[in-house]
């Protein structure tokens, strides 16, 4: 029996805090969106259009993120991961396609590599490449760069569009990626997922990347899809890595529908 979902908005309290959660409802297959380190819900907009009312669409802000999610003692990436299945088990969901943009493509990649039963499958946007970009010199200039943007970030705040965590909070988040991106931490991760996955990659820099950086973290990722055939590239676009949400999102859209038709093969109930 098919079962419809309402659309639901709201917080769902978890540990110390309350996440800002949006659910679309429906009878389609469950997408969770996973965020940008700093980003909001808001950025997977014009993709949900795209994709339309076939599906049912779960986003929410992270701890500290936008308007509405609350503060926390904890911003650890570990919990981020965690934040996942309070959010399906809030609203229900048992199992979900994940889609997750930079940060959130690592989130995507640990827990559909934690969850093979629960995962439909996982579409990863410029991130979960591995490679050891961070080294002591990089430290450095990351946390020079958000004490710099210090002041764009407190003005931009009561917007929601930059977080309410500190500059050394947001520098120590950004450090422990690049310890969580290294070939040695990510690379099992990668080799242990077991569902359909595809990346849709960019082209050029990021915010605080330098020169050929950026391509050379995406070149990084060609071991580790011929190691596990279930990994693949669904598309490079032209945008760069800030702005692929905002370009290239019919990519983003293609992927998901490429990843749940791969999933359709195999498992009748995942559509």
Same mark, same amino acid.
């Given at each position: 029996?098919?079962?419809?979902?309402p659309?639901?908005s709201?917080?769902?309290?978890i540990?110390?805090?309350?996440?800002?959660?949006?659910?679309?409802?429906g009878t389609?297959?469950?997408i969770?969106y996973?965020?940008?380190?700093f980003?909001?819900?808001?950025?997977?907009?014009r993709?949900?259009t795209?994709?339309?009312?076939?599906?049912?669409?779960?986003t929410?802000?992270?701890?500290?993120r936008?308007?509405?999610?609350?503060?926390?003692?904890?911003?650890?990436?570990?919990t981020?991961v965690?934040?996942?299945?309070?959010?399906?088990a809030a609203?229900?969901?048992e199992?979900?396609l994940?889609?997750?943009?930079?940060?959130g493509?690592f989130?995507?990649?640990?827990?559909?590599?934690?969850?093979? @039963?629960?995962? +439909?499958? =996982?579409?990863l946007?410029?991130?979960? #490449?591995? $490679?050891?970009? *961070?080294?002591?010199?990089?430290? &450095?200039?990351i946390?020079?760069?958000?004490?710099?943007l210090?002041?764009?970030?407190?003005l931009?705040?009561?917007?929601?569009?930059t977080?309410?965590?500190?500059a050394?909070?947001?520098?120590?988040?950004?450090?422990?990626?690049g310890?969580?991106?290294?070939e040695?931490?990510?690379?099992?991760?990668?080799?242990?997922?077991?569902v359909p996955?595809?990346?849709?990659?960019?082209?050029?820099?990021?915010?605080?990347?330098?020169?050929?950086? @950026?391509?050379? +973290?995406? =070149?990084?990722?060609?071991?580790a899809? #011929?190691? $596990?055939p279930? *990994?693949g590239?669904s598309?490079k &676009?032209a945008?760069?890595?800030?702005w692929?949400?905002?370009?290239?999102?019919?990519?983003?859209?293609?992927?998901?529908?490429?990843?749940?038709a791969?999933?359709?093969?195999?498992?009748?109930?995942?559509r």
């Amino acid at each position: 029996m098919t079962i419809e979902h309402p659309t639901w908005s709201g917080l769902v309290p978890i540990d110390d805090t309350a996440l800002a959660v949006t659910d679309t409802g429906g009878t389609g297959t469950p997408i969770v969106y996973l965020n940008g380190q700093f980003a909001t819900q808001g950025y997977w907009r014009r993709t949900i259009t795209e994709l339309g009312d076939g599906w049912r669409h779960i986003t929410y802000d992270e701890r500290a993120r936008g308007r509405k999610s609350r503060t926390s003692a904890d911003y650890s990436f570990e919990t981020a991961v965690r934040d996942v299945d309070a959010v399906l088990a809030a609203r229900g969901v048992e199992r979900a396609l994940v889609v997750g943009w930079s940060y959130g493509a690592f989130i995507a990649a640990h827990w559909a590599s934690r969850n093979p @039963q629960r995962a +439909i499958g =996982a579409v990863l946007v410029e991130g979960a #490449e591995p $490679n050891d970009w *961070l080294d002591d010199a990089l430290e &450095v200039r990351i946390r020079k760069l958000f004490r710099l943007l210090t002041p764009v970030t407190w003005l931009l705040r009561p917007t929601g569009l930059t977080p309410r965590l500190s500059a050394a909070q947001q520098a120590e988040s950004n450090i422990e990626l690049g310890r969580i991106a290294r070939e040695s931490a990510l690379g099992p991760v990668l080799d242990a997922i077991a569902v359909p996955t595809r990346y849709v990659l960019a082209s050029g820099a990021s915010l605080g990347s330098k020169g050929d950086e @950026q391509e050379k +973290i995406r =070149a990084s990722l060609d071991p580790a899809l #011929e190691r $596990n055939p279930n *990994l693949g590239i669904s598309a490079k &676009v032209a945008s760069n890595h800030d702005w692929i949400l905002r370009k290239d999102f019919r990519a983003v859209a293609d992927a998901v529908r490429e990843v749940a038709a791969l999933a359709a093969e195999t498992s009748p109930e995942a559509r």
